[in-house]
RNA sequence: GCUGGAGUGGCGCAAUCGGUAGCGCACCUGUCUUGUAAACAGGUGGUUGCGAGUUCGAGUCUCGUCUCCAGCUCCA
């Protein structure tokens, strides 16, 4: 080093677009140190140490602490730490990996007894005696045997280095690639100040120079198991997960955004508002709707029914249950049951609660000849299925058991796939926004080459679907996420995800392309030529399941549905008893032209009744008293505390009326 | 399904070392009722999720089971 400076060499480099001369042995840190933001350094592209010495020619660009790939760093080092801490109180524990990711990291240990929350609380106060130490990350190459002899105690370890090089796209799911990557293996040191080595971690880096600038800014979240290396055969590890953040008050407007979602749970919100509820009695995973719930679903069902029929779908009827053989017919038994509740046996057959709505459809299909003049033939029906979803998956309206599709098919010839895919992508956008959802990004399930025994059909077929819905998701514009092994069983398919008014996302529509049901079914069409063709058919389900939407509207909105969904659109407040029949009157006016009324004429003093309707979160509260009756008005409170007196009665009903048809949130 | 945590009137919570269940809201009754988030008084309601066990005695300890919560694995 010293001697690369005496010879003073000079080299040329690209500091963040500007072309700079530096002496040969100059380090990331020596460019950018002065600044405490910059935490790393992006190497021609790559992600590197401070410590880094840049080479001729390298293009470099300071990385900070509260950029993406910086959070993800300084989330990473803060793991290091969480498994540095966990090892100091239990030297046993055996260290799993520890990636970060959105939000925070997590870190998976293999301990002799789980974490208790006491635990957790504890780990929190060594980690930052680490901290405060200003421990500082120094990165080392090693050899793969030098690794085995240093981290004999460490089998996930090893297990790992064993793994290099022939590392699976699903362990960098599982965040391995964090540990090791495809060249040199490093391991990773955190000495304290007097240069004595606390710890150290097989890691592929970067990591932020010191632990000084993780703060106060980190917090240990929970504890859960998780399979080693995300399958379910393997051990279960003790996975603690953590957040970490740039400063203090990032951690505390996290800490505020996780107490607003919990504000918004559906199954919070739809208790206070008597919207639903999932009775023990009926069994886990099965809702009802309330009278209000109820308007809410009939609101939406009622709508989405009518924009169906407008888009040319037909509104068709199926039971819930049917033979076994049908199943088998669609392939769902052989490759579903575990998913399907158990069978009923009955008059010497086996009755199924159907899953799927498609079995059903396609009967309708081929109840008669079909000709090529009939397609696209869309049949569509909110469809009852059942699942037999796993204990632990079950939550809420989201998870359920039994639920509603808004489900559709198109039967086409597959040169119509592409315009009827973009059709259906296009109603659902537009339903959505209808709703007041408008941030959406698209996600494409395809097969997964390395269990093809989990799919059907040939790899033609899987590869012609496949390309047409890609096709169609590059031509919407839309951001495209691969997902890659998510596919149906039967075809690969596109999901809209949608982002809620707190920026989470939900998965919506999904778009499937199926080539497979067609042939097991043996559907056919006659073709102008007078042939027996085989139609192609495209499942859309644009909400997914009703339920499921309800819940998402509902912490969307919060509970404050817009006029058209909400369940009482004008409550009535009298500002005493005497106004009772007056404001009833205006009600009554309003009822009859469809909106839905409720008057307050509890034995409750008018500021106990503001509270309620407040809480209630109607929309509209309209309240009369003595001057609006002498005046012929009416005054509107609404659910942001604002006040509008002395509307006339028309105009008070003309304002209503205008935002449900609208569709306007208020 | 797996790991951990938790189940106490409709909801939110309390009950010390194991000593026989209490509060607020809601609900019911009565007296009230005049302008923007809680009038006052009284009252009803619980086999402490369910079933065993330990104990003189169990909300509390043990086992089983069901349900819920967090996560894993799955998925609309």
Redesign the pocket.
């Known amino acids: 080093m010293s001697g690369a400076r005496e010879m003073s060499a000079q080299m040329t480099i690209h500091v963040a677009g500007d072309e700079r001369s530096v002496a040969e042995g100059t380090t990331a840190a020596d460019l950018f140190g002065a600044d405490r933001a910059v935490v790393v350094a992006r190497v021609n592209g790559v992600l590197v140490d401070l410590a880094h010495a840049v080479a001729d020619g390298d293009r470099v660009e300071p990385v900070r602490i509260d950029e993406p790939d910086g959070l993800m760093v300084l989330r990473h080092s803060c793991a290091h730490v969480l498994a540095q801490a966990v090892q100091q109180v239990n030297p046993d524990a055996k260290l799993g990996i520890g990636p970060p990711i959105r939000d925070g990291f997590y870190y998976d240990f293999d301990v002799e007894k789980?974490f208790?929350?006491e635990d957790l609380k504890s780990l929190e106060k060594v980690m930052q005696r680490i901290i405060n130490e200003g421990q500082t990350f120094h990165r080392r190459e090693v050899s793969d045997a030098d690794a085995l002899v240093e981290l004999k105690d460490e089998p996930y370890k090893c297990e790992l280095v064993g793994l290099k090089g022939g590392m699976s796209h699903d362990d960098e799911d599982?965040g391995a690639s964090v540990e090791v990557g495809a060249g040199t293996l490093t391991i990773y040191d955190n000495l304290r100040k007097d240069g004595s080595r606390a710890w150290g971690d097989l890691c592929r880096g970067p990591h932020i120079p010191d632990t000084k600038l993780l703060g106060n800014a980190f917090k240990v979240m929970?504890?859960?198991?998780?399979?080693w290396r995300?399958?379910?055969a393997n051990n279960?590890l003790?996975?603690v997960?953590g957040t970490a953040w740039p400063t203090k008050a990032d951690l505390t407007a996290y800490l505020d955004r996780l107490a607003e979602a919990e504000k918004r749970d559906h199954?919070k919100v739809g208790?206070e508002l008597d919207l639903f509820s999932?009775p023990?009695e009926l069994?886990?995973?099965l809702a009802v709707f309330h009278p209000k719930g109820g308007v809410l679903k009939r609101e939406m069902e009622d709508y989405v029914r009518r924009r169906h029929i407008e888009e040319g779908f037909e509104y068709v009827g199926t039971p819930h249950i049917s033979k076994e053989g049908l199943f088998h017919t669609s392939g769902h038994l052989p490759y579903y049951k575990d998913?399907m509740f158990p069978p009923m046996e009955f008059e010497g057959a086996d009755y199924y609660l159907k899953a799927m709505n498609c079995p059903m459809h396609n009967l309708i299909f081929r109840s008669r000849g079909r000709s090529y003049r009939e397609l696209p033939l869309r049949l569509f029906e909110f469809g009852s299925v059942y699942?037999f979803?796993?204990?632990?998956?079950?939550?809420?309206l989201?998870?359920?058991?039994g639920?509603t599709?808004d489900d559709s098919h198109s039967y086409i010839t597959p040169e119509q796939a592409p315009a009827e895919i973009k059709h259906l992508l296009n109603f659902c956008l537009g339903l959505f926004r209808d709703f007041g959802l408008d941030d959406f990004y698209l996600e494409l399930s395809t097969r997964d080459d390395k269990h093809k025994d989990k799919f059907v059909g040939s790899d033609e077929d899987w590869q012609i679907a496949t390309k047409v819905l890609e096709d169609a998701c590059v031509e919407s514009g839309l951001e495209l996420v691969p997902d890659p092994g998510?596919a149906?069983f039967y075809g690969p398919?596109v999901?809209v995800q949608a982002r809620d008014a707190i920026g989470r996302t939900w998965?919506?529509s999904?778009i499937q392309y199926d080539f497979n049901q067609p042939k097991g079914f043996q559907l056919e069409y006659t073709a102008a030529d007078g042939s027996r063709q085989q139609p192609v058919m495209i499942h859309s389900?644009k909400f997914?399941?009703i339920?499921?939407f309800i819940g998402v509207l509902t912490e969307h909105y919060a509970g404050a549905f817009p006029p058209w969904l909400s369940p009482v659109q004008v409550l009535g407040i009298p500002?005493?008893?005497?106004f009772n029949d007056y404001l009833w009157d205006v009600l009554a006016q309003m009822k009859s032209q469809g909106i839905r009324v409720e008057l307050d004429d509890s034995?409750?003093?008018?500021?106990?009744k503001?509270?309620n309707a407040?809480?209630s979160k109607v929309p509209f509260i309209l309240?009369?008293?003595?001057?609006?009756m002498a005046a012929g008005a009416v005054?509107f409170?609404y659910r942001d505390?604002s006040?509008k007196?002395g509307v006339p009665v028309a105009e008070a009903i003309e304002e209503v009326i205008a935002a449900i048809r609208d569709k306007r949130q208020v």
């Open positions: 789980p208790t929350p599982a929970r504890s859960a198991a998780a399979y995300g399958d379910q279960q003790q996975r997960y199954r208790a999932f023990d069994g886990s995973g998913t699942r979803e796993k204990s632990g998956v079950v939550h809420g989201t998870r359920v058991r639920m599709q998510g149906a398919k999901s998965q919506l999904t389900a997914g399941s339920e499921r500002v005493a008893d005497d034995d409750d003093r008018f500021p106990k503001i509270r407040s809480k309240i009369a008293g003595a001057e609006d005054s409170r505390g006040q007196n």
